[in-house]
């Protein structure tokens, strides 16, 4: 962990709160559980979730999670991490270079447990469900075809508070690059894109409307007769 990284405050996640994995077995469950609950009482979900349920994908070596829960029941949620997020980048190198063309899973042994790495997944993942729980944040509701871009909207504005909480959490430029590659082909991005990643990532209080008028200003075709820019070398 970084000087610059705040540790996550000792605590147990809320003393009625039911963790349960899938495998049950998974070596690093000790550690990463411990790092789950503190994520969890670090957001102000102890009083909130009762109930989570962890899925690691084996066969997943990159860093790839999601999470999942009822609209109207926040007690309940669905975590569900591959392989990579328990472990650092360098290591996930190492398995792109000696298990690339490997069948099965490479051995994971405790020593190899990153806890920063895993924080880092499960304090962003967690505040998707806390922005539900307190602005009614949620992609549900929106058309299918809009999701990808409003959860990289909202990514960026979950990421840039839990930087300036000195958490861990993906950094300004990585989650820049990802925005750019998720967005870049609307129409009116190249014009209004930086702009609004600003504005989301030094932002405290947004809720659904502001994340569904950021898209839309991309979103909007450009004027008539208006021509692109083409950049010069």
């Known amino acids: 962990m970084t000087a610059a990284t705040r540790p996550l405050h000792a605590a147990h996640g809320g003393p009625g709160l ?53 609209t109207h029941d926040h ?9 990579g997020n328990f472990v650092t980048p360098a290591r996930r190198r190492a398995w792109a270079r000696t298990w690339g063309r490997r069948a099965g899973t ?10 920063k790495c895993f924080a880092e997944a499960c304090l962003h993942e967690l505040y998707h469900l806390r922005d539900d729980h307190e602005a009614g944040v949620d992609l549900a509701a929106h058309p299918e ?7 990289e909207l909202w990514n960026v504005w979950i990421d840039g508070r839990l930087n300036r909480r000195g958490l861990p ?16 082909h609307y129409p009116r991005f190249a014009r209004r894109g930086e702009r609004i990643f600003n504005a989301l990532w030094t932002a405290d209080h947004l809720g659904p409307k ?12 450009l004027d008539a007769g208006t021509r692109a820019k083409r950049g010069g070398r």
Not at 23 to 47: K, N, Q, T
Not at 75 to 83: G, Y
Not at 210 to 220: G, H, P, T, V, Y
């Open 18 to 70: 039911r963790v349960r994995w899938h495998p049950p077995d998974f070596p690093l469950r000790e550690a990463a559980e411990g790092v789950l609950r503190e994520s969890i009482r670090e957001l102000g979900l102890s009083d909130v979730v009762r109930d989570v349920h962890v899925h690691v994908d084996l066969r997943n070596r990159d860093d790839h999670a999601y999470i999942e829960w009822n």
């Open 75 to 83: 007690r309940a949620a669905r975590l569900s991490f591959a392989l």
């Open 106 to 115: 490479p051995p994971v042994l405790p020593r190899q447990f990153s806890h």
């Open 145 to 151: 075809e809009d999701r990808e871009a409003l959860n």
């Open 169 to 184: 959490a993906m950094k300004r430029g990585e989650r820049h690059r990802v925005f750019v590659r998720t967005l870049t």
């Open 210 to 221: 502001e994340l569904r008028a950021f898209l839309a200003e991309i979103q909007s075709p």
